[in-house]
């Protein structure tokens, strides 16, 4: 064999190992992304009478009042809420975009810029977000609420009313 042959021998050599290491790098990644997307979801039902029920509306309004003093924490409290308005977050600030607090983490963002806008009376862009003006001792406090469909007056009255008893237990 000449050197050409060997060099040819060694390219191909590499080139099979190159996709080797490649497709099971890949695979393991996959595997990976799999364990990461089935943490935090409870076990799939085995039998059909352990599956949830799902005739009734996943976030049907609780039939009593939501009470911040028997929640154990502010965030608890938001997430009750939340459920309870279907809404798919719900983030308290300060006028001036400071968090305090959020049912997703990583709000802060989120919170400078909507309260930016509210302060400064212009409307936001995107679909999907209401923002709420809730006068709590002196001050106004912007509710940021993520529902699936804008908020009836009605609806909007009784979230600022359990935003303002939230407000009242925990800050």
Known sequence: MDSTGITQFFLILLTI?????????????????????????????????EAPDL??????????????????????TLDAISKR??????????ADGLLIGSTRPGSEGEAARYSHLYSQGRLHEEEGVELLGVSYRGETVVGIAHPPERLSSEQTNALEQDIRETLQHWV
């Open 85 to 94: 308005y279907c809404l798919a977050s719900l983030t308290l600030a300060t």
């Open 17 to 49: 190992i190159t996709v080797a290491g490649f497709t099971g790098i890949t695979y393991y990644l996959a595997e990976i992304s799999r364990a990461i997307n089935r943490q935090g979801f409870p076990p799939t039902p085995i039998t059909p009478e």
């Open 55 to 76: 005739s009734e509306p996943v976030c049907a309004p609780p039939e009593k009042p939501i009470e911040p003093a028997k929640m154990g924490s502010l965030e608890e």
